[in-house]
Nanobody, 126 residues
Framework: QVQLVESGGDLVQPGGSLRLQCAVS????????IGWFRQAPGKEREGVSF?????????YYTDSVKGRFTISREKSNNTVYPQMSSLKAADTAVYYC??????????????????WGQGTPVTVSS
């Protein structure tokens, strides 16, 4: 059984930093594309950042987070981390970890993802 468990969501002040975590079990993450979508209240789900399997070597960041977010994966514990810095109120959303074995489309669309976590809320506010 595949499980994606997110953690790390919190209330943070504008300009602050946060590191989310997505622990994956039930599959070998090294063979999968993994990343994050977010959904703010009243808005559509948005792809934020993705990293493909090391075999394909692709990374994606949506324009609004380039230079502020960094995605990384740790093979030893099957975990992926988005490090988020210089946070803005516009980053407030529920962040969902998601994975797919392979996506020809890049970035991968939400409709094509295989597995999802339950989401972790991030609130950027003073």
């Amino acid at each position: 059984q595949v499980q994606l468990v997110e953690s790390g969501g919190d209330l943070v002040q504008p300009g602050g930093s946060l590191r989310l975590q997505c622990a994956v079990s039930g599959l070998a993450l090294d063979y999968y594309t993994i990343g994050w979508f977010r959904q703010a209240p009243g808005k559509e789900r948005e792809g934020v950042s993705f990293t493909s399997s090391p075999l394909h070597g692709r990374t994606y960041y949506t324009d609004s987070v380039k230079g502020r977010f960094t995605i990384s994966r740790e093979k030893s514990n099957n975990t992926v981390y988005p490090q988020m810095s210089s946070l803005k109120a516009a980053d407030t959303a529920v962040y969902y970890c998601t994975t797919i074995r392979y996506s020809q489309a890049w970035p991968p669309p939400s409709s094509g993802m295989d597995y999802w976590g339950q989401g972790t809320p991030v609130t950027v506010s003073s």
